[in-house]
């Protein structure tokens, strides 16, 4: 039995390449430091003494401000290359970390949390991007789970050390989260020889149009559903968390901990559980599957005692879902993309979760302050129960099924 779940775990990580395995080991340093964005809400309602709607509105430029990240990587990546933005997104992201954990007002923090968000999430498109450039077709699913393990693992580690700092002090988590952002650019030059890639590294050779995402019907539709999904996934960092420390009086560490959970549980099942479902289904069914559970995750909250360990179980929930779904995501996106549009692809798809960072204290705040935490639940599940449909919709209509065809 042991050595059975000892091969099924080495053939998992097996057949990756070391280059791979460098990025995301600069992933696990760079996340083991995200504590800020955990606990934002909660520092602004709690500490200084923001509203609701304007700590969610916080959250949200923070979402706005990704997007604009996303919009520049994009261009830069397919201009310039994915490498030089990963570094230079790192290093500008960790000054800003430090600065605005020094803002207190609400204008000052609105305006440093945008331009953080500018300079940190533009990292996203272009580590996306690396991503499929290290890895095989064959293992590019496996490629993008390694990645999320590291930043799981950095999440998991980043989201307990930050509760127990934010019994102290919170201009810790701003400090540490800048200075692992620092460090892991110092890790990405030292480990990672630099790359030429994008259409200015090529030369002045005549390019050939390619399609990009906008003329790309079935990937707008897939990004309209990652949105709706988005939306509510995020609702478990925003406004869940402020759900805990309000409505069921759990303190930071103990919030810091459930977030910890979340990420223990996908360094050690998300890898394994690709492994042996990867390839047997279209992409769309297992997506479908995770965000319905998500979604049944937020319902089950409405019904569950105030205790730790119905917390906690709901957070599994949320989790197995999200092992489902996230994976086969990023398979989907890259599938469509060659070397020429992948930087244009992958910002859309960086967006479209950055819009939903938007969306979800914005609309998760409006929805308490007018409702309440209980329809807000209620709301989540449906419009996750809507996504799945349309997941499985997009599936069947889809052609890009290689190398599912012959399984219908």
């Known amino acids: 039995m042991l050595s059975a779940t000892w091969d099924l775990y080495k053939n998992a990580y097996t057949g990756l390449s070391k280059r791979t395995w460098y990025l995301s080991l600069v992933m696990l340093v ?18 200084l003494h923001f509203t609701i709607q304007q700590s969610g509105f916080i959250v949200a430029l923070f979402g706005a401000g990704a997007v604009v990240g996303a919009l520049l990587g ?17 290093i500008l992201g960790g000054i800003f970390f430090i600065v605005v954990g020094y803002l207190k007002t ?13 300079c940190n999430e533009s990292f996203r498109p272009a580590n996306s991007t690396a991503i499929a450039y290290y890895s095989a077709i064959e293992n590019r699913t496996r490629s993008f789970s390694l990645n999320r393990l590291a930043i799981n693992l950095g999440w998991a580690f980043g989201s307990a050390l930050g509760g127990f700092l934010a019994t102290f002090n919170y ?53 309209c559903l990652v949105i709706l999904y988005g939306a509510c996934f995020f609702e478990l960092f925003t406004m869940i968390s402020l759900y805990f420390k309000t409505q069921w009086q759990f303190n930071e560490m103990l919030i810091g901990s459930l977030m910890a959970i979340n990420g223990l549980l996908i360094v050690c099942f998300e890898m394994i559980l690709i492994y042996s479902i990867e390839g047997t289904r279209p992409h769309t069914y297992f997506i479908s599957l995770g965000v319905f559970i998500v979604g049944s995750a937020f319902a089950l909250l409405n019904f569950v005692p105030h205790i730790y360990i119905a917390a906690a179980a709901c957070v599994v929930l949320i989790t197995i879902g999200e092992i489902m779904s996230m994976p086969f995501l990023n398979s989907f996106w890259i599938s469509r993309t060659h070397e020429d549009n992948r930087g244009r692809y992958a910002a859309m798809y960086t967006i ?21 935490f209980p329809f807000l639940l209620g709301t989540l599940f449906f419009i996750c129960f809507a996504a799945a449909i349309g997941f499985n919709l997009l599936g069947k209509i889809s052609r890009d099924r290689l190398p599912w065809r012959k399984l219908f």
Not at 40 to 46: F, G, I, K, Q, S
Not at 184 to 193: E, T
Not at 352 to 360: E, H, T
């Open 352 to 372: 479209a979760w950055s819009i939903a960072q938007i969306a979800a204290p914005t609309f998760g705040s409006l929805l308490i302050t007018q409702k309440g």
């Open 171 to 223: 201009r810790l988590l701003f400090w540490v989260d800048g200075s692992t952002n620092i460090l892991s650019a110092i890790l990405l030059l030292k480990l990672l020889p630099f790359v030429k890639s994008g259409s200015r590294s090529r030369g002045p050779e005549k390019k050939v149009p390619v399609k990009g995402p906008y003329q790309d019907k079935k990937y707008l539709a897939f990004i």
């Open 30 to 47: 760079n996340r083991s430091g995200t504590m800020v964005v955990a606990f934002l809400t909660v520092y602004c309602n709690t500490k």
């Open 74 to 90: 994009g261009k830069i990546i397919d201009d310039w290359g994915f490498y030089p933005l990963q570094v230079a997104s790192l």
């Open 106 to 118: 609400f204008e000052t923090l609105s305006i440093g949390i945008f331009v953080l968000s500018v």
